[in-house]
């Protein structure tokens, strides 16, 4: 038996398990495996809802563990280890993810699910291969997950609760240990029992295997559509050195993408797992030059083929007010939500099966219901209400996009093509009649609201007594603004068919007097006075020569201290990433003469108008990057950053892009509310759109301003 040259190959590397786990510390070190634990700080909040299948949670949650550890251990300047391994065991029942019990009831909760029932146990593994080049951290990263169904008898109350007081369940997803007392409540087990008591050990071999021993991997067929690793064995391995390569298998660089995010580059070898080297330039489906398999599914590629149908899925489910009714009336079977929204049932049963499959419904045998997030944002009149936007995306962008193709022959917006009439100005379409111009601000509203959290507190703005919020459409952000900071007074300047229409989004019960409307064309008409002026989803929609007339109104009246917050998303410099930023670019150029830009970008337009010291900081919201700048020499901020910085670099001389994960990053201010959660609907979104990579935050400039001003 080889089993030696498998783990040996580990041997002279330094080795972190990403985990605080007993059980995985002890499964590892049982087969000789030599490491150091080092506890993964992430926090286990990725939006569930995001992922279309449970395993995708844990497999994305563990590469976070990885992360996390992998950059923590290279910033401390400690040496970067050769090996991180991250885990994360979830368990699955009914379509429903259950971590660790939170409390007794919470325990009781999930064993009740788990009553009588088979469920299925994941645990994702990420193995990242690291080094340090020029103290830049590269990394290759390889996932995988393994499934284990399980199956419960039929319990009594009496045996659960003796069992919960037994203190066993509180540290182990879905509040059960199989390897204790766990194991008596178990009636069968198909898979790999290690993999539900933390680890799938055999896994992780076959994928060290197939990593440090690439040869093997090119004679095994593949198994389409089961879960079965691509190295089938691992025992006839011989005991040859590993390569002198800094990442097994293949001598590519590769750049820390500093969110972890996959970019360019995925090589996917088996159905349930894959690797990926970050930043590195080996097209898909071709290592080493030898040909992928064609019996390979490239399921990211088939993902974002269906991409679209899970978004209009959620269109019209969302049309139809479906979430409305359930939430009001769920559980319901599909004849009853049928009758209620006015739709067939055949029809009616496939959407909200649809639905519950992309995790935006619950299904069980009372009906369907909402998820917790479908609750929170896809319900039309919910405080992170996503609904307004939703209904935009269906009635106004999706015919726009279904003519991108002619949108990138000719270069330009498509507002003929799918309204049937030509605008001379972005605005007129949206307002040319009281219900697109409603819906349009509701949309607004929705993104503003959602965003506006993080937007405010991405900077210490207290210093500023009054702000201007240039567009800013129904205030969203100027009373987050004012809640935030007690002595701001917010004036919201924008278009007249805008102001009159403001009144019905006002928050009720809020102290309102420091938000002012008033209304005005900002290209031609007077700027109200402000020490900030802020820009959030403007200059996107702009051509630079605009953008220029606008800057230039601004500086005219920028006394010294004053200031420009910006709030956008912002492309990387080499245009090759951020791929919701990238997409909101096309999504501008359907619609408008405007784009999405890079730090460079927005900062050459900025410099010409006396805004220099640029910085961005990507802080892991929906919304974008927020710049601010001085306009003259000024005191620093001194906000400490409390935030794990994971990767901060120099890009020019005058800006600074620092990159947090949403988790860590922490503004004092913050803490008055939770976080506002990032919530990618589209099932596609993980491939790389990220709520954890594309916003960056940009802060500050100190010199004079330039005299041509
Ligand atoms: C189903 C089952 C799970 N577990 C434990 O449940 C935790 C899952 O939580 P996690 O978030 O994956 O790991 P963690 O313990 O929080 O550690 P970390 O990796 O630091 O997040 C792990 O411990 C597992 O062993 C058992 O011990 N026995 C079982 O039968």
Not at 295 to 307: A, H, Y
Not at 333 to 353: F, I, M, Q, W
Not at 572 to 585: G, I, M, P, V, Y
Not at 659 to 667: D, G
Request: proline share 4%; glycine share 6%.
């Amino acid at each position: 038996m080889a089993l030696n040259p498998v783990l040996g190959k580990l041997v002279s590397k330094r080795v972190v398990l990403a985990s605080a786990s007993p059980r995985r510390q002890e499964i590892l070190s049982n087969v000789g495996l030599r490491f150091e634990v080092v506890p993964s700080w992430f926090k286990e909040t990725l939006e569930k809802s995001s992922f279309t299948a449970p395993y995708e949670y844990a497999v994305e949650t563990a590469k976070q563990k990885a992360l996390e550890v992998a950059n923590r251990m290279h910033v401390k300047h400690q040496r970067t280890p050769d090996v991180v391994i991250g885990a994360d065991t979830i368990v699955s029942v009914d379509g429903q993810i259950l971590e660790k019990p939170v409390d007794k009831q919470d325990a009781y909760r999930m064993l009740s699910r788990l009553n009588g029932k088979e469920h299925s146990v994941f645990t994702g593994v990420a193995i990242l291969h690291c080094c340090s080049k020029d103290n830049h951290l590269e990394m290759e990263i390889t996932d995988f997950y393994e499934e284990t169904k399980v199956k419960f008898s039929e319990l009594s109350e009496e045996l659960l609760w003796e069992y919960i007081h037994s203190g066993e369940p509180m540290d182990k997803a879905g509040g059960y240990g199989i390897q204790a007392l766990g194991g008596m409540l178990v009636e069968y087990v198909h898979g790999d029992f290690l993999n539900v008591v933390g680890f799938p050990l055999n896994h992780f071999c076959k994928k060290l295997a197939e990593l440090y021993y690439p040869a093997s991997k090119q004679n095994v067929q593949h198994k389409k559509c089961d879960s079965m690793p691509s190295v089938d064995t691992f025992k006839n391995l011989s005991d040859g050195k590993s390569e002198s390569s800094d990442f097994p298998e293949h001598k590519v660089s590769s750049k820390l993408d500093s969110s972890g995010m996959c970019s360019s580059g995925a090589v996917y070898t088996s159905e349930n797992s894959s690797t990926v080297r970050l930043g590195f330039t080996v097209p898909l489906g071709n290592q080493n030059g030898v040909s992928q398999s064609a019996s390979k599914l490239p399921s990211k590629i088939l993902e974002l083929m269906d991409g679209f149908r899970a978004s209009k899925a959620l269109f019209v489910a969302s049309k139809l007010k479906i979430f409305d009714h359930l939430k009001d009336k769920g559980p319901m079977k599909a004849v009853d939500v049928a009758n209620d929204v006015g739709t067939s049932v055949c029809g009616t049963e496939r959407l909200l099966d649809a639905c519950a499959s992309l995790g935006l419904l619950e299904k069980t045998s009372q009906g369907y219901s909402n998820t917790d997030s479908a609750n929170t944002y896809l319900t039309s009149d919910g405080k992170y209400s996503l609904h307004g936007y939703i209904i935009h995306s269906n009635d106004h962008l999706w015919p726009l996009f279904t003519n991108l193709e002619s949108a990138v022959k000719e270069g330009s917006r498509q507002n003929h093509r799918a309204f049937g009439k030509k605008a001379d100005d972005l605005f007129k379409d949206y307002y040319h009649s009281q219900e697109v111009k409603q819906r349009f601000m509701a949309a607004m509203h929705s993104i503003a609201h959602l965003t506006a959290r993080d937007v405010a507190t991405a900077f210490d703005l207290s210093k500023f007594k009054s702000a201007c919020d240039l567009g800013g459409c129904t205030g969203a952000l100027a009373h987050e603004l004012v809640q935030v900071y007690p002595n701001l007074k917010v004036t919201v300047f924008d278009l007249p068919e805008v102001i009159a229409n403001t009144s019905y989004f006002q928050p009720s019960g809020q102290h309102t007097a420091p938000v002012t409307f008033v209304s005005g064309d900002f290209f031609k008409d007077n700027l109200p006075e402000a020490d900030l002026y802020i820009l959030s989803r403007v200059l996107h929609d702009w051509p630079d020569e605009k953008i220029h007339v606008l800057l230039s109104k601004i500086s005219a009246v920028c006394r010294p201290g004053c200031a420009i917050l910006v709030a956008e998303m912002v492309l990387d410099d080499e245009k090759k990433n951020r791929s919701t930023a990238l997409l909101q670019s096309l999504n501008m150029l359907v619609q408008t003469e405007g784009k999405e830009r890079s730090g460079c970008e927005y900062q050459a337009l900025l410099e010409k108008h006396g805004f220099t010291n640029v910085k961005i900081r990507i802080t892991g919201n929906l919304l974008d990057w927020i710049a601010e700048y001085e306009i003259r020499r000024k005191k620093r901020c001194r906000k400490k950053k409390k935030s794990m910085v994971i990767e901060k670099k120099r890009i020019s001389q005058s800006y600074e892009e620092e990159v947090f994960t949403a988790s860590n990053f922490e503004c004092p201010y913050k803490k008055l509310e939770p976080p506002c959660p990032v919530v990618p609907l589209l099932s596609h979104r993980k491939l790389q759109l990220s709520p954890f990579y594309s916003i960056v935050l940009a802060q500050f400039s100190d010199i004079q301003k330039s005299p041509m001003m």
